[in-house]
């Protein structure tokens, strides 16, 4: 079974792949499959060592780009994030974008309910440090969530 | 004033009708003491009501005044430097990040950043002294607990800021906004503690500004309303004192001036001043007794004065009727008496010299007789006879005399006396006629016996004209004694007794003159009968002198009576005279 899980997902990425690649910013499918990736890893190697390869921005896996998930606990601490190190080990459950929207406040809600969706707010852009309107896709990720985002 | 109207309550709704009336009503049964002190008591009380309410403000004033230099100041100065501490570390915040993204040295970031660790500290500490403040409400605690948890979060999202501040600058702006509402949300509880504690030291001024307002409008209206009371208690009490007290002195001057007919006011009241005026409408009553009493004394002394003056006019008039009266008839009967007297006097004049000139015919006569006794020894014994029952008579007339005379003073001895001769003069006469008689028959019986009785015949007729004589003489007496009776006809009543004596002495002469009349038949008796008539001849010389003398005696007797009468004529004019005079000083009295 998971043999033939992994390779239909596989096929389909190989498929999708070609067109996305040749973009300059990262799509929302790319986002879902980082996602995914992160999602993977946590289940093969567990929160510790996802934690730090989210974190590293060597591994490519998790950096594509304008793309790279984060992970926070229910709690809104920021565990691993993949443009932004400074922020790890922090709370930013209160943490407001410029429209006053509480972001990490509604992924936990989201994570609560749903267990996945997509949020639209405001983010500064790793690649030019301008705050952008963003949109990511979050998922629940046993005790925590994940998300990866994509510009517009 | 008040409080006497509050200490009668039940009264004041009944009689609320009356008003004033009332109040003065319930005054003036108060005493002048508590009258007196009503004036002071109301200033007393308006005085202690402004010290009372003085000191309460005061004391609420400087209560005031502590809770705001000592409490509420400091606590707003506390609240103030810790909103202006948030302020400033929250600016110094801001800085950084700003320093941070616009590419500040690392040397100064480093700076900044130790001073905003600083003033967190320093803050920290502010926060964690005001929560330990002793002066704070229960409310303010528990806000302040509330705000420390703010704080907490405050602190560590600023920590947060500034340390992603170091390396990454858009996050740690991104990150401000959360700062931000953590610095206001604390800034807002400070605030709101410090504007819950200006607007408690707002309420305390604006109590201490209504208490020291109050207090100035009661300071006001109690002086105005002091100054009004008193003044008016004073009144009150003055006009319920003074005018009752002069109206009174008036009334007890009106007294001592003696007029009682005034009208005593105010005993109606309870108070001194009635108790007063009932006091001086007692002097009052008391006078007006004791007029009276007098005037009903006065009126009894009149009366009785008047009573007995009267009593004594009446008595007088009484008195001098009768006394008049008396006086009249004493008057009338001395008058009468007088002119008796006088009478009398006359009669008796004329008595004596009759019988003066009847004692000198006696004389004769007796000698007539003594020559006949002999002669008459017969007729003698008869004549004695006619002596014994004229002895009797006499004795019988003397007896009568003498109760005339005890009875009927002088004038009753002149009428016994004089009534005394009438028998006599009639016995006389009478003997005379029958010594005539007598001598008649002797004559004739001389006559008869012829030459032997010449001589008895001479006699006889001697005897006879002797008789005759005597009884010519004893006519005359007759006719004067007659006369002396007719003048003495006045006098006859008072002689009744006399009159009835002579009476029954006429009776015994009756007797006699039947005895004689009977002896008269006895011839034999012729001499004894001469004899009795010498013996009666010789006792009627003797009455005449008897009768002489008590003619002298009525003369003196008359002529005493005469004088007594005028005498007591005199006396019956003194006593008049003292009546009269007596009778003026009756009446005068």
């Not at chain 2, 920290?124 to 229960?138: A, F, G, K, N, V």
């Not at chain 2, 001057?253 to 003696?258: D, I, N």
């Not at chain 2, 109606?268 to 108790?275: A, L, N, Q, S």
């Not at chain 2, 009576?561 to 005068?588: C, E, N, P, S, T």
Request: proline share 2%; hydrophobic share 45%.
């Amino acid at each position: 079974m998971r043999i033939h899980a992994f390779l239909v997902f596989a096929a389909l990425i190989a498929i999708a792949s070609p067109a996305k690649t040749a973009a300059e910013f990262g799509s929302k499918d790319e986002a879902v499959a980082m996602v995914k990736r992160v999602q993977a890893e946590f289940k093969k190697s567990g929160p510790e060592a996802t934690f730090k390869s989210v974190s590293d921005k060597a591994v490519a896996d998790y950096h594509d780009r304008d793309l790279y998930p984060f992970i926070y606990n229910m709690e809104g601490i920021c565990l691993a994030h993949g443009a932004r190190p400074a922020l790890i080990g922090k709370n930013l459950i209160d943490l407001k974008d410029q429209d006053g929207k509480f972001l990490i406040r509604e992924m936990v809600t989201m994570s609560k309910g749903p267990g996945s969706g997509w949020i639209d707010y405001k983010w500064p852009n790793p690649l030019n440090n301008k705050i952008e309107d963003k949109s990511s896709y979050v998922e629940k990720m046993g005790d925590y969530f994940v998300g990866v985002g994509v510009y517009k | 004033m008040e409080d006497a109207a509050a200490s009668q309550p039940p009264m004041a709704i009944y009689n609320s009708a009356r008003g004033p009336r009332f109040l003065f009503g319930v005054l003036n049964n108060l005493s002048v003491q508590i009258k007196a002190a009503a004036a002071s008591a109301v200033l007393l009380i308006c005085l202690l009501a402004l010290g009372a309410n003085a000191y309460v403000t005061s004391t609420k004033s400087a209560d005031g005044l502590r809770m705001l230099s000592h409490e509420l100041e400091p606590k707003l100065q506390a609240f103030s430097q810790v909103n202006d501490a948030i302020v400033a570390t929250h600016m110094t915040i801001f800085r950084y990040v700003s320093w941070a993204s616009n590419g500040v040295s690392e040397k100064l970031l480093a700076s900044l950043y130790k001073q905003i660790n600083a003033d967190l500290a320093a803050l920290s500490t502010r926060i964690d002294q005001l929560s330990r403040r002793p002066d704070l409400s229960e409310e303010e605690k528990a806000a302040l607990q509330a705000l420390m948890a703010k704080w907490q979060k405050c602190l560590r999202q600023a920590k947060d800021t500034i340390d992603v501040g170091q390396t990454d600058a858009p996050m740690a702006t991104m990150m401000l906004g959360q700062t931000d509402d953590s610095f206001k949300a604390v800034d807002s509880d400070i605030q709101m503690m410090s504007q819950a504690t200006t607007e408690a030291a707002n309420g305390v001024r604006a109590g201490l500004y209504a208490d020291t307002e109050r207090t100035k409008q009661f300071i006001i209206l109690g002086t105005i309303l002091g100054f009004i009371i008193s003044a008016f208690v004073t009144f009150i009490v003055g006009a319920s004192i003074v005018r009752p007290i002069k109206s009174i002195t008036g009334v007890m001057q009106q007294l001592s001036a003696g007029k009682t007919d005034v009208e005593i006011g105010h005993r109606d009241r309870r108070d001194e001043i009635g108790k007063m005026a009932e006091a001086i409408d007692v002097f009052r009553k008391n006078m007006i007794e004791i007029r009276s009493m007098e005037q009903a004394t006065h009126q009894a002394e009149q009366n009785r004065v008047a009573e007995r003056t009267a009593a004594m006019h009446e008595l007088a008039g009484e008195f001098e009727k009768s006394v008049q009266l008396i006086a009249k008839e004493l008057a009338d009967a001395v008058a009468a008496m007088h002119s008796n007297a006088q009478a009398m006097s006359l009669i008796a004049a004329e008595t004596r010299d009759k019988s003066q000139s009847t004692a000198g015919t006696v004389i004769d006569t007796q000698t007539n007789v003594d020559s006949v006794a002999n002669a008459a020894e017969e007729l003698a014994h008869s004549i004695d006879q006619l002596a014994a029952q004229t002895h009797n008579a006499r004795e019988l007339t003397s007896k009568t005399v003498a109760e005339s005379a005890n009875a009927s003073a002088n004038v009753q001895q002149l009428l016994d006396a004089v009534s005394q001769i009438v028998p006599i003069t009639g016995l006389i006469q009478a003997i005379a006629q029958k010594t005539n008689l007598l001598a008649l028959n002797a004559t004739i019986e001389a006559a008869r016996a012829g030459t032997a009785g010449k001589g008895f015949a001479v006699v006889a007729a001697e005897v006879k004209s002797l008789a005759q004589q005597t009884a010519k003489a004893t006519e005359e007496i007759n006719q004067k004694i007659t006369a002396v009776n007719a003048s003495c006809g006045a006098v006859v009543a008072i002689m009744e007794q006399v009159v009835s004596a002579i009476g029954r002495l006429g009776e015994g002469t009756v007797e006699m003159a039947t005895a004689v009349g009977q002896q008269a038949a006895a011839t034999q008796e012729i001499s004894k009968n001469a004899q009795q008539a010498a013996d009666g001849s010789r006792i009627v010389a003797n009455n005449i002198v008897e009768l002489d003398k008590k003619a002298r005696e009525n003369d003196d007797a008359s002529g005493q009576a005469l004088a007594g009468a005028k005498r007591l004529l005199d006396q019956a004019a003194i006593l008049q005279r003292q009546v009269d005079k007596f009778l003026r000083h009756v009446r005068a009295a």
